[in-house]
C-alpha cells in the first residue's frame, strides 16, 4: 500500500525562480497537511485542508506561498518567487479525517534556493 | 504564540541504556504526540496523550500525559541501535480550529 507520495524529492533552484512541490495522499485519506522543516525554526504547520478546501492557513510565510488540492488525490505548494530563506525541507501529510494523531508524512522535498 | 520547550536537545547513550526526554510550555494543550523522525523520511507516530495523567506504553516505549497538561515525558527503555533518531513533542491546541506545536527535536545516538 503505497504511503504519501512526494515529488521532487530534491529541488535546487536559483533565487527568483518559482518552485511547486507536489503531494499525493494516501488514497481514502480526506485531510492534507504541508510542513516546514528547518534547523532554526523546527517543524512548522503551514496549511491544510480538508476534504480539498482549505481550513487553516494561518502558517504560510507570506504571499510569495500558496497551495492547492484541485482533488482529493494530488496538492501543490507553489513559491514564487523563491528566495534563499526558502531553503527547507517540505513535508506533506495526510489523515483519514482531521485528526492529527493519524498523520502519516511523506518523505519530504529538500528545497535549496541559491 | 505557542511554544514548546524540549529537552535535552542531543544525547549520547550506550546501548542498552534507558532514554529519558521531555516537552514543557506555558500552554495547556489537548494532545500530546510523540513523533519519530529517521534520516531522509518524514516524522513517524510513536504515541499519542488524550488525556491529563495518561500513561501510555508502546512497546519499549512510555509517555505521559502532565497533569497540568503542559508537559510530557518519553522513555525509551533498554536502547537499541534502531532507536537512534530525532524525536519530536507535539502539542494540540483546539481554539477555533485546531493547532499542532511541534518541539525542536530530541537527537538521539547510541553508541554499540
Known amino acids: 500500500d503505497a504511503g504519501v507520495i512526494q515529488s521532487p524529492r530534491h529541488e535546487v533552484t536559483e533565487m527568483g525562480q518559482e518552485v511547486t512541490l507536489r503531494c499525493k495522499p494516501i488514497?481514502?485519506?480526506?485531510?492534507l497537511f504541508w510542513y516546514r522543516q528547518t534547523m532554526m525554526r523546527g517543524l512548522e504547520l503551514l496549511i491544510y485542508?480538508?476534504?480539498?478546501?482549505?481550513?487553516?492557513d494561518s502558517g504560510m510565510p507570506e504571499d510569495r506561498f500558496s497551495a492547492k488540492m484541485p482533488n482529493a488525490s494530488f496538492s501543490t505548494l507553489k513559491i514564487q518567487p523563491s528566495e534563499p530563506r526558502d531553503s527547507a525541507v517540505y513535508f506533506c501529510?495526510?489523515?483519514?479525517?482531521?485528526?492529527?494523531?493519524?498523520?502519516?508524512f511523506g518523505p519530504g522535498t529538500r528545497l535549496t534556493v541559491l | 504564540g505557542q511554544q514548546l520547550n524540549q529537552s535535552p536537545q542531543s544525547m549520547f547513550i550506550q546501548e542498552g541504556e534507558d532514554v529519558s526526554m521531555n516537552c514543557t510550555s506555558s500552554?495547556?494543550?489537548?494532545?500530546w504526540l510523540w513523533y519519530k523522525q529517521d534520516p531522509g523520511e518524514g516524522p513517524v507516530l510513536l504515541i499519542a496523550?488524550?488525556?491529563?495523567?495518561e500513561l501510555t506504553s508502546n512497546g519499549r516505549l512510555t509517555a505521559q500525559f502532565g497533569i497540568t497538561r503542559k508537559d510530557s515525558f518519553l522513555n525509551i527503555s533498554a536502547s537499541i541501535p534502531s532507536d537512534v533518531g530525532i524525536y519530536f513533542c507535539?502539542?494540540?491546541?483546539?481554539?477555533?480550529?485546531?493547532?499542532?506545536?511541534f518541539g525542536q527535536g530530541t537527537r538521539l545516538t547510541i553508541n554499540p
Open positions: 501529510a495526510s489523515s483519514l479525517v482531521l485528526t492529527y494523531n493519524e498523520q502519516f
Open positions: 488514497s481514502g485519506h480526506n485531510s
Open positions: 485542508f480538508n476534504n480539498n478546501v482549505p481550513i487553516d
Open positions: 500552554s495547556i494543550f489537548n494532545t
Open positions: 496523550l488524550y488525556k491529563a495523567g
Open positions: 507535539a502539542g494540540l491546541i483546539i481554539q477555533g480550529a485546531q493547532k499542532l506545536v
